[in-house]
Every structure is written in structure tokens, then in C-alpha cells.
């Protein structure tokens, strides 16, 4: 037989954004804990959650706990004292010593425990499940010993409907629970799960956020499309509407027109935006060519007996309110150009150890100006004005009051100054992108300029010792070197960021410690890129591969001067070649020869990275691999300047059968010599060269040690 456990934590409102994970770790660590009693439910564990409820069923849960065979218990020696004996049977409850086999001349006890009934562990079960709880932030609090996020008001646990009792302190563990707090007054009282959900529902209470988040979502498009506009998407808002409430009213106010108006008379649709979404909540209703419309929408948690008019009426005074300090900082903020704000930059501290915002400014001015010829279609003058501009808008009263409006407010207060529409856009685009999911600017001066101020703070900050820990990141550097990336693949730059690193840190210290510098900054996007190309799929030795080609042997390869684009493309290319029978079976010959030589090298104390004797290739497979080897060396160097991988990798594939037909009969280690002009030489030594050989060339195109098996 199998039972139902029905567990209810009623509180106060737990904020939306650990509602989430909360009811996903409910649900792990009830299942942990009902596993480590041998207590195994027959189905996946349900799991609920509301503003105000945390809420676990279990079913198919049996009556009792499995039996277990615990490991013998060894006792004393055969012979050994009487009173030993019974002392060792009486600690186990057996009665006779017959009751133990014997072993190694000592008595084992075969223990069995019997599984217990269910409901007598379940409160055991519960309370380590609460206990293992943790959240972001938690309290304790006067009624109960256990923390909590917020204030326990009620508990319900139910077994097949039996009460289990918790040891809360004053909290009441019983079958009782409240509905929604102002649609339904009182105690519900609840027979089990089914019974819980009915009586919630009937109660106002959503208890399913799956069906709460579909409930909103449709009735922002019903309500939006009946007045013709639509809603602007937004997944996160929609989310924490969804915790924020548990009866979901979807509602419509009116924005006063004013505000809606042609700039400069109105506001920005991003100050619109911004001011409803971030404060208040609400969603943006769009026009259908996309412009704003003088409406928005939100979601109640209550109903009302003038179908929420009241409530509307309420949240359009609030907005208004919120939407005029906008308008005044708007207005006050254009009188003053951008030029003009670039001087209170120096009031402004961008770090204690880094100065103020201005020097920050300069140096982006300079950099920018440096970085203008690696772009494609960059005016160095645009890219200057841009950098130099870039900041000043965190002086302005509208950024002040919306801090997440910087740049977006620049590029408005720039084009009212008659900057040229370039420039205001690299001024609007140069924080992004802002995380994996974020547009990467194309545009050349808005490239140019988020480069900048990204270079600049990873070298001003790791100048100053503030680089990122394990644990912490307070500066956004990971950001920062991924955003790097980003904007150099994404838009197929063709530049050494080594270099940039250099000119950089050259801000901060002399020539020598800059290059120091740099290198540490190199290391650390290096780091950035592994994780965003193994995001992409891309193996670490395949990108390690890649990242060192080059001829290892004569040391030519420099992973300073690694083009990232480059080095994507001949990842994309080995990544395909090493897939393919001839790559893998190249890949295993390569390996072969690269341990015969490495192992022969080390036992010599010599390298056989010398030129092959082509006058003492003894075997006609000798022969046909140099032949092969000395004819691929030209095309290989063309291919690779080209950067035509795919033609360079397929070139390699030729080497498999001379390698193969090589490997199957030339013995390497030979004793055999011969004299040459009179002087006697190794064979042994020449085709360890000709191994050598086989190693050199196909580094030329990755450095195939990198790879594993």
C-alpha cells in the first residue's frame, strides 16, 4: 500500500525571486531525506509555490520503509567468557548464541532491521527537510527555532490525512490553511492533497506558477488587443509579476498624453519604459508601427466590485507622479550639453586607487583613437568625440534618478546637442553587451568604444590588484573580457588584443611592468574565451590545439599574437577534421610518433628536430613519407596564410597512408649504419628526424599534442 504526504509552510511574503529555487530545493531535499530512510516514492514529487505558500505533495509514498541487511556485527572470540557472550547478545536483543555464525574463530550477528512504519519517521523526515533549507537571506524568529526567510504562520502535514506533528515552537503544525488574504477571511480546513486544492481554488488561490504565468500572459494580450495596441514582452517582469501574486487580475491605466508626446516635448519611450517596469511593475502597450502608446498594463491581486477601475485610478496617480519627476529631469537635463558635462567627470571617483571619472575618460579618448584602425569603416575623430562623451551623461538628473538609463540618456542628450548620429549611438552602445544574452554592438564607432572602456578596466583594475577571486567579481572583469570577445568575434576583427592590452597598461605603468601587465590580462581572456567557446560546443583540447599552432619545434608559434577569429575559424575547421576516419586515424599516428621521439629524446639527451638526410632513407615507405612531407610544406604555408583550414587539414589527410605503410615496415630503433661520404652514420637517428618531421608539419596547423586520445 502507498500514502500521500501533503506538506503546507504558510508565511509571509517570500520575495519573487527566491520563490523559484526555494520550492525546487523543497522538493530535493524532501526526496534526500525520504531516500536516507529507506522511504522511495513511486512518483515525482509535485511541488507548488505562491507568494505567501510553499507547497510539496508527494504521492505513492508506501506505508512502510524497506528492510535493509546491515553488515554482520563481529562479536566476541569463540571461547570467550560467558558473561562476554550474553553481554554481546542482550546489546543486540537475540537470545541465543545459536543466533550467530561463526567466522574466523569470532560470532557475527546478521542484523536486520525491520522497516518501520512510515508516518513514525515522517516528522524525522520533514524536520531535516526544513532544517536543510538555506536561502539568500534567512532570520529566526520569536514563534519557531527553525530560520526562515520570513515570519511561519501555518503548518499543514498530512500522511493518507493523519496529522504529523513538527516540533515548531509556536507555530501550529495541523490541517489548516488560508486562502487568499483579502478575497477569502478565515481557516480552510483540508482532508488531503486533493481536497487542499479544491478548497484554494475555490479560495482565490492559484496554487499551480506554471498556470498563474499563463493566466497573466493571456490576459495581457486579451486586454491589450482589445484596444487595438500590443504589449511589449518582457520574461523577467512577467516572472516576478507571477511571485508577486496569488489571484492574478490583469488590469489597464492611461498614461496622460503628455508624457507620450514627440520629443523633446515628451519622454523617451526607455524613460517610459524604464519608469513602469523597474518601480512600478507595469508593462509597456505598444502602437502597431511600434511607438508607444499612452497605456500600460499591470497585474492585481484582488478583485473588486468596480471590476478594478479603483485600483487602476490609483496606479495611474503613482505613475504620474513618478512620470513628471521624469519629465522634470528631462527638461533640466537639456539645457546643459554634454560638452559641458564632461568637466564634473573629475568630481566624480571611479575608483580610490584609479581616480575619477574624467581620467577614465581620457584614457578611453586615447585608446579609442588607437583602436579606430583595427575597425573596418572607424573615423578615429568619431571615435574620439564618442569615448570623450561617453560618461557624461552620470551627471545628468534623468541617469541620477534611472542609473540603468546610462548611455541610452547620453545618446539622447547628444543628438539635442547636434552630435553626429554615430557618435550618439556608440555613446548609447558602448556599456553593451551586458551578459550573454545582450545585443553586441556592430556599428564601427560603437565597437570602438565599448572595446575601450572594457580594455581600460580590465587594465586599470588589475593594475590596481583588484582582479577577480574565486567567489567574487565586484567590477564585472568576467563581463567585461567575455564582452571583449564577443565584440571581436561577432564582428570578425582582425586585431592581436595582446597589443591593445600593452598600450593600455602603459597608463598605468612603465614600459617593462606594462608588457608584465598585459600578459597577466592576456592569461585571463584566454581563460574568457575556453568558457565561451566550450559554451559553443567546442572541446578544451581542440581550442588548445588551435590556440598553440604553429612549428612547436623551431619555437615560431607566439600565443601572444593570436587572432581570435582566426584561431575560431581553424577550431571550427580541426574540430571537423579530427570527426572525420582519416583525422582520427592521423590524429592516433601522430601521437605514435610524437611519444617515440619524446621517449628517445629524453633517454638521448638530444633533439632530432635536425633536417632529415634524404641520402640515408634506406626503405622505399621512407622514401615515400618525406617525398610526402617535403612536398607539403609549401602548400601547407599557402593554405594557412589564407586561412583556408579545411584545405590545409585535408592536405594532412594525405600523410595517413605513407604514415601507416611507414609504421608497418620501418623499424625505427634499428642498429643498422651506413657510411655516407665516408662517414659512418645512424639510421636510427635519421628516422627518428623523419618522426620529427611528421610532428613539425602538422603543428604547422595545430599543435595536435593538445588533443587528447
Known amino acids: 500500500m502507498t500514502g500521500e504526504l501533503l506538506l503546507e509552510l504558510l508565511t509571509e511574503e517570500i520575495p519573487a525571486r527566491m520563490q523559484g529555487r526555494a520550492v525546487e530545493d523543497l522538493k530535493r531535499h524532501l526526496n534526500e ?21 510553499l507547497t510539496v505533495i508527494a504521492t505513492g509514498i508506501p506505508a512502510q520503509q524497506t528492510e535493509s541487511t546491515a553488515p554482520p556485527r563481529r562479536g566476541p572470540r569463540v571461547g570467550a567468557p560467558e558473561t562476554a557472550i550474553n553481554g554481546f547478545l542482550r546489546s543486540l536483543g537475540l537470545n541465543s548464541i545459536d543466533q550467530c555464525e561463526v567466522r574466523d574463530n569470532y560470532y557475527y550477528a546478521k542484523i536486520r532491521p525491520v522497516g518501520r512504519d512510515t508516518i513514525d519517521v515522517l516528522s524525522d523526515v520533514v524536520a531535516a527537510t526544513l532544517t536543510s533549507m538555506s536561502w539568500p537571506k534567512s532570520m529566526r524568529y520569536p514563534a519557531s527555532p527553525l530560520r526562515w526567510v520570513r515570519p511561519l504562520n501555518s503548518v499543514i502535514c498530512l500522511f493518507d490525512g493523519k496529522v504529523i506533528n513538527l516540533d515548531l515552537g509556536q507555530v501550529p503544525v495541523d490541517r489548516f490553511t488560508r486562502g487568499h488574504r483579502f478575497l477569502s477571511p478565515g481557516k480552510i480546513k483540508v482532508a488531503d ?85 523597474t518601480h512600478q511593475k507595469y508593462f509597456s502597450c505598444l502602437n502597431p508601427d511600434g511607438t508607444p502608446a499612452p497605456r500600460f498594463l499591470f497585474v492585481a491581486n484582488n478583485l473588486t466590485p468596480d471590476n478594478g477601475k479603483t485600483i487602476a485610478a490609483g496606479n495611474e496617480r503613482v505613475l504620474r507622479a513618478r512620470l ?14 554634454l560638452e559641458d558635462r564632461v568637466e564634473a567627470l573629475k ?140 565584440l571581436i568575434l561577432e564582428n570578425g576583427l582582425r586585431f592581436r588584443i595582446f597589443n591593445s592590452f600593452v598600450w593600455s597598461a602603459k597608463f598605468f605603468s612603465d614600459d617593462k611592468k606594462a608588457i608584465s601587465l598585459a600578459e597577466e590580462l592576456f592569461n585571463f581572456i584566454i581563460d574568457r574565451l575556453n568558457i565561451y567557446l566550450r559554451g559553443r560546443g567546442f572541446e578544451y583540447d581542440v581550442i588548445a590545439a588551435a590556440l598553440y599552432a604553429g612549428d612547436v619545434s623551431t619555437g615560431t608559434m607566439k600565443r601572444m599574437e593570436q587572432d581570435f577569429t582566426q584561431l575560431v575559424r581553424r577550431a571550427e575547421a580541426l574540430r571537423r577534421f579530427l570527426s572525420s576516419d582519416d583525422g582520427a ?77 611507414f609504421f608497418e615496415k620501418v623499424t625505427v630503433n634499428t642498429d643498422k649504419r651506413v657510411m655516407v661520404a665516408g662517414v659512418e652514420k645512424s639510421l636510427r637517428e635519421n628516422r627518428l628526424r623523419l618522426l620529427a618531421r611528421i610532428r613539425a608539419t602538422m603543428n604547422q596547423v595545430a599543435d595536435f599534442s593538445q588533443i587528447e586520445g
Open 33 to 53: 531525506w525520504l531516500q536516507t530512510h529507506r522511504i522511495r516514492p513511486e512518483s515525482p514529487i509535485a511541488g507548488y509555490v505562491t507568494p505567501r505558500r
Open 193 to 277: 492533497a486533493a481536497d487542499y486544492r479544491a478548497k484554494l481554488a475555490r479560495a482565490h488561490v492559484v496554487l499551480d506558477r506554471a498556470e498563474r504565468r499563463a493566466i497573466i500572459e493571456r490576459d495581457l494580450g486579451k486586454l491589450a488587443a482589445a484596444e487595438g495596441l500590443t504589449f511589449k514582452p518582457d520574461e523577467g517582469l512577467l516572472e516576478e509579476v507571477t511571485g508577486l501574486v496569488e489571484c492574478p487580475v490583469v488590469l489597464m491605466g492611461d498614461i496622460d498624453a503628455d508624457f507620450v508626446r514627440p520629443l523633446p516635448d515628451g519622454l523617451p519611450p526607455e524613460v517610459l519604459a524604464t519608469a513602469m517596469r
Open 324 to 337: 513628471s519627476d521624469a519629465k522634470f529631469f528631462w527638461d533640466q537635463d537639456l539645457k546643459v550639453s
Open 347 to 486: 568630481q566624480r571617483v571611479y575608483h580610490e586607487k584609479l581616480g575619477s571619472v574624467y581620467d577614465k575618460v581620457e584614457r578611453m579618448e586615447k585608446l579609442a583613437g588607437y583602436l579606430a584602425q583595427f575597425v573596418p569603416g572607424a573615423d578615429p575623430s568619431l571615435c574620439r568625440r564618442a569615448a570623450r562623451l561617453a560618461k557624461a551623461d552620470l551627471s545628468t538628473g534623468m541617469v541620477g534618478e534611472f542609473p540603468e538609463l546610462q548611455g541610452i540618456m547620453g545618446r539622447y542628450y547628444a543628438l539635442n546637442d547636434g552630435e553626429a548620429s554615430r557618435i550618439a549611438d556608440a555613446i548609447a552602445d558602448h556599456y553593451k553587451p551586458l551578459g550573454p544574452d545582450d545585443s553586441c554592438p556592430t556599428a564601427p564607432e560603437s565597437v570602438i568604444v565599448a572595446l575601450a572602456d572594457k580594455v581600460d578596466a580590465l587594465a586599470a583594475f588589475f593594475s590596481a590588484a583588484e582582479k577577480p577571486t574565486g567567489s567574487r567579481d565586484p567590477y564585472a572583469l568576467r563581463r567585461a573580457g567575455l564582452g571583449i570577445i564577443r
Open 585 to 661: 586515424n592521423l590524429l592516433a599516428a601522430y601521437q605514435r610518433a610524437s611519444n617515440i621521439v619524446r621517449e628517445e629524446e629524453r633517454r638521448d639527451n638530444h633533439s632530432y628536430d635536425e633536417p632529415v638526410d634524404a641520402e640515408l632513407l634506406d626503405l622505399p615507405e621512407e622514401v615515400a613519407l618525406y617525398q610526402r612531407l617535403a612536398g607539403m610544406t609549401v602548400t601547407l604555408t599557402a593554405f594557412l596564410e589564407a586561412e583556408r583550414f579545411d584545405r590545409a587539414m585535408g592536405r594532412l589527410a594525405t600523410l595517413r597512408h605513407p604514415v601507416d605503410e
